[in-house]
């Protein structure tokens, strides 16, 4: 059975850093694109970064771009997105996702199967 477990998420006040990692199981990672999405309230998710199946090509929404950074490890099947000089805005609910198409602007409707997310705040 498929599970996708995100973990890292926290509190930090604004400027600070937080990693987040997501673990796949029941699935062999190794031949997906992997996506990172977040979710504010009451809002629709949202692409923030991706990386493929090799992990020599990341993509990068604006949100995202020069704070955060998507790697993998395809022996642990896992993910991560580093993120620093966090924002209020960058509040949400984080989701790690499995696809297979890693490109801009990243669509959450060719990512089928996703994990339960991992709520992150900003705040002071």
């Known amino acids: 059975q498929l599970q996708i477990v995100e973990s890292g998420g926290d509190v930090v006040p604004p400027g600070g850093s937080l990693k987040l990692s997501c673990i796949v199981s029941?699935?062999?990672?190794?031949?997906?694109?992997i996506g990172w999405f977040r979710q504010a309230p009451g809002k629709e998710p949202v692409g923030i970064s991706c990386i493929n199946p090799d992990g020599d090509i990341t993509v990068y929404e604006d949100s995202a771009s020069g704070r955060f950074t998507i790697s993998r490890n395809n022996a642990k099947n896992t993910a991560y997105l580093e993120m620093n000089s966090l924002k209020p805005e960058d509040t949400a609910v984080y989701f790690c996702a499995l696809g297979d198409v890693c490109n801009s602007p990243l669509s959450r409707h060719v990512y089928p199967w996703w994990g339960q997310g991992t709520q992150v705040t900003v705040s002071a």
């Open positions: 029941g699935l062999d990672a190794v031949g997906h694109a």
